[in-house]
């Protein structure tokens, strides 16, 4: 998207991550495995593996803009997420799965993410340098890269998953529906009235 303001040296781009599937709502994906850091507040070196996932509406591209924090820097913040949420789907080797959101309510419950680009690789308008802040300041540059490490932080308040709900296969319901109205009819049909 290119500088921010010219001479400022702080560029902005728009922003994935992961693998995107282009549907009625895209949904980018990053996948692997974690390791609880020593200094955790829940679970010092436990292990497990995780899914993040990077949901927006429509097929024309990231609503997500990001800008360099300072001129020149390669680290990035959210300028805008406009309707974007980003999931992180968290299963413990031992105990039970979870989740957390960004952008939560109220937003001090929000997860915190950060990735670290490597093997980059640059296309579109050429760039002096292919990193974050060098391709943010050319409006057309496009940087694919690798993201490692992948660092997550999750606040206290954590959401457990949704309950799955199994939705029966149309055989099943039409059985289940055809009991349900036989046994209607049944209850419904005339009794004989008997004499003694």
Do not use: W
Request: aromatic share 8%; proline share 9%; net charge neutral.
């Amino acid at each position: 998207m290119g500088a921010t303001a010219p001479g400022s040296g702080i560029g902005t781009g728009l922003y994935t991550i992961g693998k995107c599937v282009l549907a009625t709502n895209t949904v980018c994906s990053l996948s692997g495995s974690y390791l609880e850091r020593a200094d955790s507040t829940h679970t010092p070196g436990a292990t497990g593996t995780f899914l993040f996932q990077m949901t927006f509406g429509g097929v024309l591209g990231t609503p997500v803009i990001a800008r360099s924090q300072t001129p020149g820097n390669d680290a990035l913040q959210f300028l805008s997420i406009g309707d974007a949420l980003f999931t992180l789907f968290v299963t413990p080797a031992i105990g039970d799965p979870f989740t957390s959101v960004y952008p939560a309510t109220p937003f001090a419950n929000s997860l915190a993410f950060s990735g670290f680009a490597s093997n980059a690789h640059c296309t579109g308008t050429a760039v002096s340098q292919c990193t974050p802040g060098a391709v943010g300041l050319v409006n057309g540059a496009i940087m694919t890269a690798n993201v490692a490490p992948f660092v997550f932080s999750i606040p206290d308040v954590v959401v457990p998953p949704p309950p799955v709900t199994s939705v029966p296969e149309p055989t099943t319901a039409a059985l289940l529906l055809a009991g349900l109205l036989g046994a209607g009819l049944a209850r419904r049909r005339p009794r004989a009235v008997g004499q003694a």
